[in-house]
């Protein structure tokens, strides 16, 4: 797997011979956290198996529900000298930030509810409250603290009231059998709210009100009490393997900084692999440098993030702040991003790294998120790609894949995009976002052999949205983007170039009926909207791309893509891209499988149709 400067991606893997494994197994008859560790002896917290694990050492963690924040002492020392925590082979292992809650429940009292009026059919009697113990909370109570984070003012001055009440949200959740209430800001919310819930302060009394309006008396409830799961206490430590676990109930605040339900703490060299992450209040996972104000460690990043599902995160589902560097993201499944509903701190995404050099992101399935865009790539990125991964239905004022205000050579190559979809905008009725790929005030992005369909604003927009913008000692120009070779169904708004300079389109396939007025080119002004034809004859631009009337579908739920051509294809031309010579000259018809080589065929997330 080649990188966009042509050199291959260093790989590296867990090499380490375990010399020593130790057991944990809350629910065995004899675990206690005096024990020895050993099988027939077993801890019972996965905390006492952190404090003594060294480097070449492992913790093998048996079935059931572990509610503690994991702290490991010490890092390994190498590949081959690893120090592992696994989840046992087929078994369900929970390391959850929740406790249980079954409260003597009492009807509401105390506060106007205005409302009542327009719901005569609701008694008042159907909103509860009820206490929570402070014992629940060991020097961090979510329901005490808001949701605001450290860089409030940089990005909300000009919010709207009912976006900044999002921000003043308490960070606590509650849960009845895996459920998540909705939090609203004031109890009068709860006059037309159904599994929602008020809190009161200072952040010990919670008012509800249950879906159908049941009775909440005698049902056991959970209710987050720890920012986070697994995190270690000291930074940077490296040479950490998290293997099989199912991460839930985490109540961090908005980034920045990013505190995750799974933190590396900003260290390096982790391999976070077949995890279940779900239900964190802001991020699932973060793995670099937590804030943009963090001094830069000595070493960094080289992360393994592989075959982790990772959903209903509040803000963002894999967090990386500068120093993610060299990471590799692969296999994952990312969904169900953005519920918080807070887009424009512009934190959100399904994956989010800053400042980002060596990346490589590839067969991961980002799909079902709302108020996030899929994968962020923020300022200054150098030599990643994007290869292989499924961005679907995702609603985002961004889009499918955003690389902001980055100068040097990046890849997104043989990915899928369908169902990209604008936001409404909050204070006014325009639309924005959409994009299939968004590069905005950046240079040297190549955009290859990519299917866009279903794709409501543009399927490729290289602009200048923030052409003011100083990084890295200039601005971004808009110059030498490339578009190649990439296939358009049903996408009315096809291409857009900020400017005309140095910037190439060329060797892409286009579905015929959506010609008119699909492509545009923004400066100089006023800005030309154009067919294929003029964009042809007046710019020079995909003079060896054709069109054809094409129909396709796709299932995001089992990544089955269909697809229907009338007629055959015409003769296309494939442009080089990266790392190749010359270009090839495709008779017709076309055999699609040929939109991709032989190696991303085999490795596709998606089924590749045959001709």
């Not at 003012?153 to 919010?159: K, L, M, N, Q, V």
């Not at 605040?253 to 391999?271: D, K, N, Y």
Request: with cysteine; charged share 25%.
């Amino acid at each position: 797997m080649r990188m966009p400067d042509g050199e291959p991606f260093e790989f590296w893997d867990d090499a380490t011979e375990y010399t020593r494994v130790y057991h944990v197994a809350c629910q065995h008859a004899a675990a206690s956290d005096d024990n020895p560790g050993t099988e027939d002896r077993p801890f019972k917290t996965i905390n006492r198996a952190a404090a003594v694990l060294h480097p070449g050492e492992k913790v093998v963690v048996r079935e059931g529900v572990y509610r503690e924040c994991v702290r490991p002492a010490r890092g390994g020392e190498g590949p081959d000298r690893m120090i592992a925590y696994e989840a046992a082979p087929g078994e369900f292992v929970s390391i959850r930030g929740s406790e249980p809650w079954a409260p003597a429940f009492r009807p509401s009292e105390g506060w106007r509810i205005r409302g009542w009026q327009v719901s005569p059919a609701v008694d008042r009697a159907n909103v509860w409250m009820a206490d929570l113990p402070p014992k629940l909370f060991a020097g961090y109570n979510p329901f005490s603290i808001m949701n605001l984070p450290a860089e409030f003012w940089t990005f909300t001055r000009e919010w709207s009231e009912e976006e900044a009440h999002r921000f003043f949200l308490r960070r606590g959740s509650i849960f009845l059998d895996g459920r998540p209430l909705r939090q609203v800001f004031r109890i009068q919310e709860l006059a037309d709210s159904q599994g929602a819930f008020w809190v009161e302060d200072p952040g010990l009394r919670i008012h509800l009100r249950l879906w159908d309006d049941a009775d909440p008396r005698g049902k056991q409830f959970e209710v987050t009490a720890r920012e986070q799961a697994f995190a270690p206490g000291h930074l940077h430590l490296g040479y950490l393997c998290v293997s099989g676990f199912h991460i839930e109930h985490l109540a961090d605040g908005i980034p920045v900084p990013q505190r995750a339900a799974l933190s590396t703490s900003r260290g390096h060299h982790w391999i976070i692999q077949d995890n279940h992450i779900r239900h964190a209040n802001a991020c699932g996972m973060d793995v670099g440098a937590q804030s943009w104000h963090a001094s830069e460690p000595e070493r960094s990043g080289h992360h393994i993030i592989r075959r982790n599902h990772i959903s209903d995160c509040g803000i963002c589902g894999i967090a990386g702040g500068t120093g993610a560097d060299h990471t590799l993201v692969e296999d994952n499944i990312v969904e169900h991003i953005g519920g918080l509903n807070v887009e424009r701190i512009w934190e959100c995404a399904g994956l989010k790294f800053h400042v980002c050099t060596g990346s490589l992101f590839r067969r991961n399935v980002f799909r079902h998120i709302k108020h996030a865009c899929g994968l962020w790539l923020d300022v200054s990125n150098r030599n990643c790609r994007i290869t292989e991964n499924v961005f679907a239905d995702i609603e985002s004022f961004q889009g499918g894949v955003y690389i902001e205000c980055s100068h040097d050579l990046n890849l997104v190559d043989r990915n899928l995009f369908w169902d990209i979809r604008a936001c409404q905008w909050p204070t006014g009725s325009r639309r924005s976002g959409g994009i299939g790929v968004k590069v905005d005030s950046g240079e040297n992005i190549v955009v290859a052999h990519n299917l866009f369909t279903e794709v409501e604003e543009y399927a490729i927009s290289f602009n200048l949205n923030q052409a003011d913008r100083v990084i890295g000692g200039r601005v971004g120009l808009c110059r030498r983007n490339k578009a190649l070779n990439n296939l358009l169904i049903h996408c009315p708004k096809r291409i857009l170039l900020g400017r005309r300079a140095d910037n190439l389109s060329d060797g892409n396939l286009f579905d015929s009926r959506f010609d008119s007025t699909s492509f545009c080119l923004r400066f100089p002004e006023p800005q030309a909207i154009l067919d294929l034809a003029g964009w042809q004859e007046y710019y020079g631009l995909d003079a060896h791309s054709t069109q054809a009337r094409i129909e396709a579908s796709f299932d995001p739920g089992t990544l089955e893509l269909t697809w229907k051509v009338d007629g055959d294809l015409p003769a296309c031309q494939i442009v080089a891209a990266m790392h190749e010579d010359t270009p090839r000259q495709r008779p017709g018809p076309l055999d699609l499988r040929d939109w991709t080589d032989d190696h991303a065929a085999r490795a596709s997330p998606f089924p590749l149709p045959s001709a």
